[in-house]
């Protein structure tokens, strides 16, 4: 898992309050992942996604493969001898590089791919966060939890409701009297968890 969800999901989230030493203090948990993955902004890092894809790692790979086909031409299809010997040294030093590439393209371009899906995520992740601080202040919660981070927990709120109110994000549709089920986005790596926390 990378830094990024590693700071915002696997972290507890605590919010201090001024009220946190007095009695009755509220705490809260929420799931930043299934917040995230309601959002209507997701849709169009998809779209985003794709359009990353197509436009730049298959150009680039294709790019790769034009130049190899070069390179290997001039030092199978012309007369050699008359290239120096340094200028046939880089060449066949580059074609070992593009090798490499080509035959790790499917790792390279993942690694790319998740840089890029965590670029376009994280301000949403951010927006995320300064929502769960305002609703903690407004609503007088001492502490909100990472639903994600914790096997056990005290008794709490689930603040997923009134953050999502808070960014004016529509819920779900609940099924058969079910809790709010936030679907699964496979790009942007956000899954539901549905595990409300245990209470000692």
């Given at each position: 898992?990378?830094?990024?969800?590693?700071?915002?999901?696997?972290?507890?989230?605590?919010?201090?309050?001024?009220?946190?030493?007095?009695?009755?203090q509220?705490?809260?948990?929420?799931?930043?992942?299934?917040?995230?993955?309601?959002?209507?902004?997701?849709?169009?890092?998809?779209?985003?996604?794709?359009?990353?894809?197509?436009?730049?790692l298959?150009?680039?790979?294709?790019?790769?493969?034009?130049e190899?086909?070069y390179?290997?031409?001039?030092?199978?299809?012309?007369?050699?001898?008359?290239?120096?010997?340094?200028?046939?040294?880089?060449?066949?030093?580059?074609?070992?590089?593009?090798?490499?590439?080509?035959?790790?393209?499917?790792?390279?371009?993942?690694?790319?791919m998740?840089?890029?899906?965590?670029?376009?995520?994280?301000?949403?992740?951010?927006?995320?966060?300064?929502?769960?601080?305002?609703?903690?202040?407004?609503?007088?919660?001492?502490?909100?939890?990472?639903?994600?981070?914790?096997?056990?927990?005290?008794?709490?709120?689930?603040?997923?409701?009134?953050?999502?109110?808070?960014?004016?994000?529509?819920?779900?549709?609940?099924?058969?009297?079910?809790?709010?089920?936030?679907?699964?986005?496979?790009?942007?790596?956000?899954?539901?968890?549905?595990?409300?926390?245990?209470?000692?």
């Amino acid at each position: 898992m990378n830094k990024f969800k590693i700071f915002f999901l696997a972290a507890i989230i605590t919010i201090g309050a001024s009220s946190a030493q007095a009695q009755g203090q509220k705490s809260g948990y929420i799931s930043v992942q299934d917040m995230v993955s309601i959002m209507p902004e997701v849709g169009k890092i998809d779209t985003l996604l794709q359009k990353f894809q197509t436009d730049s790692l298959n150009t680039e790979f294709a790019s790769l493969i034009q130049e190899y086909n070069y390179k290997d031409s001039i030092l199978t299809k012309t007369d050699t001898t008359k290239i120096p010997a340094a200028v046939k040294r880089q060449l066949r030093q580059d074609l070992e590089s593009i090798a490499y590439q080509v035959q790790n393209w499917q790792q390279i371009s993942q690694n790319v791919m998740e840089n890029k899906k965590q670029q376009l995520v994280a301000p949403l992740y951010q927006r995320v966060m300064v929502a769960i601080n305002q609703v903690a202040k407004e609503n007088g919660y001492a502490f909100v939890y990472s639903q994600e981070a914790l096997l056990v927990a005290p008794p709490g709120d689930n603040l997923l409701p009134l953050v999502a109110k808070k960014l004016n994000v529509k819920l779900p549709t609940q099924n058969n009297g079910g809790a709010n089920q936030p679907r699964t986005n496979p790009n942007t790596g956000v899954k539901p968890t549905g595990t409300k926390p245990k209470s000692n």
